[in-house]
């Protein structure tokens, strides 16, 4: 049983680890403000909900785990909102989309 | 499994050190408070697995939880003020 | 920062986990003897729940319900606790906050009274630290103006004019 237990969640954290290493390069390499908001917005959220839930899983049935569910509801709601606000933000601060510049000829 | 959990631990800390290079060299505030959001969220990853690997998981939960929160609110404060600022 | 907004979403999720945070603040006030926490980080949570209220309902909407005629009520109570509770150490014939000395008035043995003491303690300082952290972002982010403040001074009629 503790084999399986260790197992899941060392696939869960290896999951959450390839996210995160994706949001990075996201964040590092796409060419505007808003683009960038989607890579950490959306990866990082999913990243640490496979995380918490790999984490959990290794703790197995015991209060400690239901706090870290509980992390995991909360950053699932607040990460999104947070992304929405700045994005928001930026809207109205009139900052300049990209755009694909046409190849000529 | 320690070393496993170890192994992830400083792989995550080279994804900081690489996402600092965001805050440094973003043009203009809105890419700095981006990737100081995106910081936030891999610290609480590092400081559960500590944790862990110290076997005191019930302390370092409850400081993980009051991080989340405090990122959340930050992020939302700073939008708020440079949305104003227009 | 506290100016009107349309933004539903912040407004509909910030609705929601208020209730939660202050629920969280409130274990960690009474958890404070075994894991981190205690009266002051709690009460610090407890003024950053208040301070995303303001944040996303502005101060005209959170007004009745956030006040600084509240916040300075809820200082006074926190530190009212606190000096009482030591107060009554000292009636009772001990040093002040020498919390053994309950044990008459409660009719417990000195171990669980020194518990209860630093319990009420603590959420005193939870009060005090609560209202201050509100109060001091209100009078940073409106520069000392309320905006309730200019409308009550037009309403003043003139004392005299020679």
Known sequence: METIQNILSGLFLLGGVFFFATATLGLLRFPDFFTRLHATGKGDTLAVTLCLIGLAI?????????????????????????????????????????????KEG | M???????????CFLVLLVLYRVVFGPGVFNRVAAISAVGTKTLIILLIVGFLYRRVDMFVDISIVYA???FIGCIAVAKYLEMEQ | MIHRGEDVIIRTIARMLIPFIQLYALYVIMHGHYSPGGGFQGGV?????????LLTYGYH???????EKIMIIFSSLGVLIYAGIGFLCLLLLGNFLDYSMLSRILHVDAAHARSLGILGVEIGVGFAVMAVMVSIFLDISTGGVLPGDEEEKEKQVPVSEV
């Open chain 1, 58 to 102: 290794h703790e197995g049935m015991n209060l400690t785990s239901v706090k870290i569910l509980m992390i995991a509801v909360f950053m699932f709601l607040a990460q999104p909102t947070s992304t929405h606000a700045i994005s928001r933000a930026g809207v109205r601060c009139g900052l300049e989309i990209w755009r694909k510049k046409e």
């Open chain 2, 2 to 12: 320690e070393k496993f959990f170890l192994a992830v631990a400083l792989g995550i």
């Open chain 2, 69 to 71: 929160l405090l990122n």
């Open chain 3, 45 to 53: 949570i407890l003024g950053a729940s208040l301070v995303l209220l």
């Open chain 3, 61 to 67: 909407d959170a007004r009745s319900r956030i006040s």
